[in-house]
Structure formats: C-alpha cells, structure tokens
C-alpha cells in the first residue's frame, strides 16, 4: 500500500510499537510496525525513539547517494532514510546540522512536491515527495518542529545518562595551577563567584595581586565588563597574555584611572619592561566603535604601551566567506581542475582569514617569547579575541597539544569566557532563522586553524584530525551540554547541564584510540612552534568529507549509534583534490626554515611586519598585493 505517512507512538504495546497509516490521504486505521521499524529501533541509542516514519519517498545528496525509494524515519535526534532495495543502507543526519528547511512544489523546472535541506556541515539533501502534496507538507512540519524547537530545551537539545557519571570533571582552575603554581603575582579572583562583575565570563579568573580589589571600577569601562584577565604565563620569562573586550572612551576620549592603572601594573610585570596591546580589529572599524561608545586604547593616556591593530574582519564578512564555501562544497564536482578548485577557494577568502588569524597569533606567541607582556581584545572579546588567544597559546604551550591539554583549552578560552555558541551557530531562539546577521563561523575557523598547525607539524600533536571533526560535530549536533548557550553562567544555573547533560569530553574518553595520533613525538618540537611559515590549506577532509563515504545498511549493528555520539564519518583521505593554498594570504615568514621562531629578529624585519600589519580594510586589494609582493622579495 501507498502509505501517506506513519506516525510511531513512544509507547509499546505487546513489544512492538502502535503506529497509524493510511491509503489515503485522509482516512487511517492501526496496524503494527513493520520488522524494518523494528529494526532501526534497535539500532539507536538507548534514549533515542521513533516518532515518525513516512514510507515511499525519495532521497537524495546531489552526490554519491541518488534518488531511490526508501522510508523516512523521525527519531529524537536523528532523520534516517532507508533505502527500499538491498543492500538497504541508511542516510543518518541529526536534527540540529540543519539550518536551513525549504519546501518546493510544481512549477516549470519540477513535477512533483518536496524539501530541501542545508546543513551545518557543507551538506545539500532533498526529499523527493512526487505527486503527495500532503506528505509533503507533514514531512515539513515534522523536521521543522525537531530542526528548530525554538527554545533551549535540554529534553530536545542534550542527550541525558541517569548515572552519575555524565563527566563534567574537567577544573579550569586545575589549569591555572599548572601554569601559575607558587607565581603569586597573579592570583585567582572569586568577585565573580554569582556572575555579578561580569554575566558573561567564568566564576573565577586570574589578575594581578595589586589591581583585585578595584576589579569593579576596571570593569565599567569595559564592554559587557569583561575586564583584563590573565590567562596564561611563559614558563621562563613569566610573560603573560592578558584577554578583555575594548575600552570605553566614546569620542570624547573618557578616561577611567583604575583601567589605566591595571594596563600599568601588566606593563610593569614583564620581562622587557613592554607591553602590546594587540586590537584584533582593523583600524578602520576600532575608530567606528568609539562613535557607537567603544574604540581602543589611547598612547597619550596609556603610558609606554605599544599598539597593534591586526586586521581581522569582522563576524558579517567571515559569515560571508563560509557562505562561500558552503556553496563550493554543496555544488562542486569531484572532477573539478586543480585551478577551477583554486579559483572558487581562493574568491571566498576562507584561506585568506585563517592565515590573518595564524599570523595574529604567532605575534602573540613572538612578543611573549621576546619578553614582552601581550594583551588582546576585538569589540567584545569573544570572537576574534578568543581565536587569537587560544592559537597563541597552542603554539606556546605544548600541554594544549595533547588531547586532554585541547580539550582544557577549549573549555578555558571558549566555554568559560563566553563565545556565543547558541547565537554564532543558530542555537538560540532565532534558530529557524538561518540569515541571521549573528550568524558566524567563529569556532569553525578555530578548529580549521588549528588543522593548520596540525598539518605543518605532523608529530607535534597528540590528536589526529579526527578529533577536530569530533568536537565539530557536537557543536552542531546539540547532544551534549559544552557547546549550550552562550556562557558558562547560563549553562550551569539556567540549563543547568551538569546535571542534565553529558560533557563532550566524556565521549571523547571512552573513545580516546580514534583520536590518537600514531606519529606523535613530544620531543620533536617541545617547545614554540612557529606557524609565520604556514601556507593554508583548503581542509578536504572535513569540508568534502560527505562527497564519497561508505553509507552503512541496515544489518550495521553500531553504525548508527556511533554516528549518533558523532564518532562515524570522520576524517578519510577521499576528498580527491591536490592542496590548495591561500593566494592571497598574509605573507610574514620570518625565516626560510621551519621550527622555532627566531628571537634574534632584525629590526628591518619587524619594522616590515608591523607595517604590513598595519594595513587597513579601506585600501585597495591592489596596493596590497604590492605590499605583499615587496615584503615576500625582501
């Protein structure tokens, strides 16, 4: 029979599942799930169930999986569709990956009725409905309401174990102890304990002894009060890096003591006697915020400080490079040229903006190295800042190059000091919304950069790609508490996930031999890792992934719920392209030998870095290609 769609019930009844169909359109009777439903029951996660099923419809990826007919399942997480003929292979995706549903029905170029989906993770998808407008309209309506529930609602969002167990054993502060042990110049504050200093950053931080007890007057002159925090020391020289949001003089140039006073005291505790202030922002766009009451540190007002503005775009023009590429991947052909590959990669800019976030952050890692004290802010000091303060501290740092150390430093730089990872990546109550202008690949770039790294030093770190691709799949399949919300304030009293959800890292322990890098060598690169000599790659693997795969079938005991904890689809060498680097990517190598950054640099050298730095968004693409060409000859 022609079932419009079944419709499965939570509750069993004599062991199987209750579910009503029909042969019309309109009316329907009961009868029992099909040995298939039974089947793919079985194959799911404890927690997860069968809400729908829809039979006869078509589905397709535009890629390797072409139309056939098959059967639509809805569970909590998941849409599976599978297949009607043998081998019976199953299509997974999760809810949350969606962003964007549209439906289509007859006109000129189609003959029938159906949906089209866009997800989070470069795919393009179709269900094909023919003739049935009304199964159509229910598909619709299902995928809708578990794609985009509309509010955070972890019995929706995150899986929940009822062991006590769910691992959220992870302790910042055991970080902090690590870097700063008996260092008693800078201490850990507890003002923040109820999240009244500041809403949006951790419960506790660290700052220098001498400025704690005027925290409150520094942070009022800050945006959204993220104030100065100290968040990581050199183990020889004792400089530090310092992360906050921009200062608050308007274009009247106010003032605020106690703010000048804390840049002083960081000033004073280096090693050289500098201090950087390194504005992730192009110029152009830090003199725009000061008539919106924002902007940047003046010279006249903030004594013997040096200032730097690093030319990061800001979240609108990353949205519209990774819209770019989202493009590339759903429409391109595996039998692309290598130059209609470079073409398209190199027009969205995509290599352009991880190689300004790569250099940005082997300043910070070259100033701290050179006795300098670093501090770092964008306008709000969760984007751009966070990108630069956890790449320097990749490259300084060779804890954060294990898998445990990775997983602490996004929990520190990410989770802790507020990246909006419901707002960025449309986990919020705009969810349905897909062209919202909060939108932005922010996370996204980070884990591509540190692919980067990754890529330029083989044996440097203890993970593979793998776990990039892991940790990004969770961000955008919703099934843990990390990636929830947008501070750890929200998460932790208002979702509450400690007790309602599992952590990512727990999953990612119980897995840990997927993730491990067989070439791994600590002693190879001990120390800074210099990443001024790194020609970005377009990331095949995790953006082409989906182009050829092995789909499992129906008799895959695990495959589902492996994919289900994101640990199916990972990393496979088959994106089928050569490397394709960034054309137009900043050019500062420092030397022609790869390893540590030389601390013996000319001032020639510098003067030239700091000017090609220096370039702002208003002058035109062709001078800087010239400044590029003139820095590359010398």
């Not at 870097?179 to 931080?205: A, H, M, Q, W």
Request: with cysteine.
């Amino acid at each position: 029979s022609d079932y419009s769609s079944i419709s499965c019930s939570s509750s069993m009844s004599d062991g199987l599942f209750t579910i009503s169909s029909s042969s019309s359109e309109e009316d329907s009777n009961h009868i029992h799930v099909p040995d298939e439903s039974q089947m793919i029951q079985s194959l799911l996660l404890d927690f997860d169930t069968i809400i729908k099923v829809y039979d006869r419809v078509k589905f397709t990826d535009h890629q390797e999986f072409y139309p056939g007919w098959g059967n639509l399942y809805i569970t909590e997480i998941l849409l599976l569709f599978v297949e009607t003929n043998q081998p019976q292979r199953i299509y997974p995706l999760h809810h949350h990956a969606i962003t964007k549903i549209s439906k289509y029905g007859k006109n000129k170029k189609s003959t029938g009725y159906g949906i089209n989906l866009e997800t989070k993770d470069f795919r393009n998808l179709s269900v094909i409905c023919g003739k049935r407008k009304k199964k159509c309209k229910n598909i619709y309506k299902s995928l809708y309401e578990k794609s985009f529930p509309g509010e955070m609602d972890l019995s929706a969002f995150s899986l929940y174990y009822s062991n006590d167990d769910r691992g959220w054993d992870m302790s910042i502060q055991d970080d902090y102890d690590r870097i700063f042990g008996e260092y008693d110049t800078i201490v850990i504050t507890r003002k923040n304990e109820s999240y009244t200093l500041c809403d949006t950053y951790p419960s506790i931080f660290l700052v220098p002894s001498d400025i704690e007890e005027e925290l409150e007057e520094v942070s009022n002159f800050r945006t959204r009060n993220r104030l100065p925090a100290v968040v990581w020391k050199h183990p020889e020289n004792n400089c530090v890096i310092t992360r906050c949001s921009q200062p608050m003089p308007g274009v009247f140039g106010t003032r605020n003591e106690f703010d000048e006073k804390y840049i002083s005291v960081l000033r004073n505790l280096s090693n050289n006697g500098l201090l950087y202030i390194l504005d992730a922002r192009p110029k152009i766009n830090a003199k725009a915020n000061a008539i919106l009451g924002g902007g940047f540190e003046s010279k006249k007002n903030y004594k013997k400080v040096h200032r730097e503005f690093h030319n990061i775009e800001n979240i609108h023009k990353m949205r519209e490079s990774v819209q770019k590429i989202m493009k590339i991947c759903s429409q391109s052909r595996m039998d692309w040229s290598q130059d209609e590959w470079e073409k398209e990669i190199n027009d969205s800019q995509w290599l352009e903006y991880i190689d300004g976030i790569i250099k940005s952050a082997a300043r910070v890692a070259e100033l701290i190295t050179d006795g300098s004290n670093v501090v770092i802010h964008c306008s709000d000091g969760w984007d751009r800042t966070a990108q630069m303060v956890a790449t320097a501290e990749l490259l300084l740092d060779p804890y954060y190059r294990t898998i445990n150390g990775f997983s602490t430093l996004v929990e520190k730089e990410w989770c802790s000091f507020g990246h909006q990872f419901a707002l960025r990546n449309g986990h919020d109550s705009s969810m349905e919304d897909h062209k919202n202008e909060q939108r932005s690949p922010i996370f996204l770039q980070f884990i591509d950069v540190v692919w980067q790294i990754c890529n330029k030093y083989p044996s440097a770190f203890e993970f593979n790609e793998n776990l990039l691709i892991f940790i990004l799949d969770h961000f955008n399949y919703c099934i843990v508490g990390n990636f929830l919300g947008d501070c750890e304030n929200y998460r932790l009293n208002t979702l509450e996930i400690m007790e309602n959800s599992i952590s990512l890292w727990k999953i990612m322990k119980k897995n840990i031999n997927r993730f491990e890098n067989p070439n791994y060598d600590p002693t190879d690169h001990p120390g800074l890792l210099d990443s001024f000599s790194i020609d970005c790659q377009f990331w095949g693997n995790y953006y082409l992934r989906f182009k050829k795969y092995k789909l499992p079938n129906i008799s895959s005991k695990e495959a589902i719920k492996e994919y289900s904890l994101g640990i199916r689809f990972l990393a496979r060498n088959n994106h089928g392209i050569k490397s394709i680097a960034s054309k137009n990517g900043r050019k500062l190598k420092k030397s022609k030998t790869s390893g540590n950054i030389s601390r013996n640099l000319s001032s020639s050298q510098r003067s030239r870095g700091s000017l090609l730095r220096s370039v702002t968004k208003n002058e035109s693409s062709k001078s800087r290609r010239k400044l590029r060409k003139s820095e590359t000859k010398k």
